[in-house]
């Protein structure tokens, strides 16, 4: 009986270790687990938390951002990083096409479909948002370079928000495994 239940703890500890090796992962944390244990990460990483708004600050790429955790069903689902700080429109277009190069050009990342994400240095974002209801998002695959890699539940794209004229950038880091499928309904 000891033999069953120390081979049936093997297994499940070997697909868990597989699990977190296929998700997305944001600054090399699996993007999975409890709430609580990715916090710890993060501060780990010298990233402040702050209970009163219950996100984290620090910087990341350059920027000083807030980072919160999602959860869905006690599960990490999403990392969302967003801009503490909002910027002008022409500021904006120049930093959306910049993290779209960066992505473009960083071997970890795919682009999710074959749309040139980059916004045309003439276009007038501020109108086409609040007139036409566009969204200026990018999306991207993560890629983990093994053999049998198949990076689509390891979704990762940030967009455009504004707010009261000025405008910040949004990304999110998803574990498509942790995501609420309906199963609730």
């Known amino acids: 009986m000891k033999k069953v239940l120390s081979v049936v703890l093997v297994v499940m500890l070997a697909l868990a270790a597989h699990a977190q090796k296929d998700v997305t992962k944001f600054l090399g944390i699996p993007v999975d ?15 402040k938390y702050n209970s009163t708004y219950d996100f984290l600050e620090g910087e990341f790429n350059g920027n000083d951002v807030h980072i919160y955790v999602v959860t869905d069903n006690n599960k990490v689902w999403r990392i969302m990083v967003t801009d503490e700080k909002s910027i002008d429109e022409t500021s904006i277009k120049l930093r959306f096409n910049k ?23 003439d276009e007038d974002i501020s109108y086409e948002m609040l007139v036409h209801k566009k969204r200026y998002e990018a999306s991207f695959f993560q890629l983990q370079g093994t053999e049998n890699d198949n990076p689509y539940n390891r979704f990762v794209w940030f967009m455009i928000r504004e707010f009261e004229g000025k405008y910040y950038i949004t990304m999110f880091y998803d574990n498509e495994y942790n995501r609420s499928n309906g199963e609730d309904l």
């Open 99 to 121: 993290l779209c190069r960066q992505f473009n050009n960083n071997k970890k990342y795919v682009q999710s479909s074959l749309n040139d994400f980059t916004i045309p240095e």
């Open 33 to 47: 687990g409890s709430k609580s244990e990715i916090i710890q990460k993060l501060k780990a990483k010298g990233y």
